[in-house]
T-cell receptor
């Protein structure tokens, strides 16, 4: 069963538009961690954020923000005022104690920002 | 600080040949992971080590795949014999703690093509 669902396969926006990437996860654990990674066209995976299950505070880092809602098992990611450099594949991932904290990745969402 | 180092960055080989991928984790990190990324299956965890000891190799697809970590600063992933379906990008990642509690730092990947 898919533990992390990123329903949006591809999103295309024009520069300066906001874009929100959805991530829905599934777990029975009370302790778990959620992550977002960015994979730009160069191919490397870049860590963006980690959030534990006990911290539902939303987080903002520059143009990036994350909305964690346990009630809906979602950990959505918003890029504000998108730029061409934001073009990448974005992966949401889950680690759970019951799975030895191994990372389960979603399928990824490809974001294309057009100038 | 140097990140995770992988070599080679690209490898093209013929079916039946032995392939060895190499990884140097970030100094001080005691967990190391090997992943495979394909269009069809996304990012899959193959094996992970903690303190140089293999903890979980359930993701290794077949006996043709093997991984070693002889010391804290070096790991190899070997495929023998290689097959065209092994063509993928192989990532190595390291983490300062066990598995997915802390973020994993990924290397640039090795793009393997088996003809």
């Amino acid at each position: 069963a898919q533990k992390v669902t990123q329903a949006q396969t591809e999103i295309s926006v024009v520069e300066k538009e906001d874009v929100t990437l959805d991530c829905v996860y599934e777990t029975r654990d009370t302790t778990y961690y959620l992550f977002w990674y960015k994979q730009p066209p160069s191919g490397e995976l870049v860590f963006l954020i980690r959030r534990n299950s006990f911290d539902e505070q939303n987080e903002i880092s520059g143009r990036y923000s994350w909305n964690f809602q346990k009630s809906t098992s979602s950990f959505n990611f918003t890029i504000t005022a998108s730029q061409v450099v934001d073009s990448a594949v974005y992966f949401c991932a889950l680690s759970e104690a019951s799975n030895d904290y191994k990372l389960s990745f979603g399928a990824g969402t490809t974001v294309t920002v057009r100038a | 600080d140097a990140g995770v180092i992988q070599s080679p960055r690209h490898e093209v080989t013929e079916m039946g040949q032995e392939v060895t991928l190499r990884c140097k984790p970030i100094s001080g990190h005691n967990s190391l992971f090997w992943y495979r990324q394909t269009m069809m299956r996304g990012l899959e965890l193959l094996i992970y080590f903690n303190n140089n000891v293999p903890i979980d190799d359930s993701g290794m697809p077949e006996d043709r795949f093997s991984a070693k970590m002889p010391n804290a600063s070096f790991s190899t992933l070997k495929i023998q014999p290689s097959e065209p379906r092994d063509s993928a990008v192989y990532f190595c990642a390291s983490s300062p703690a066990l598995a997915g509690v802390n973020e994993q730092f990924f290397g640039p990947g090795t793009r393997l093509t088996v003809l």
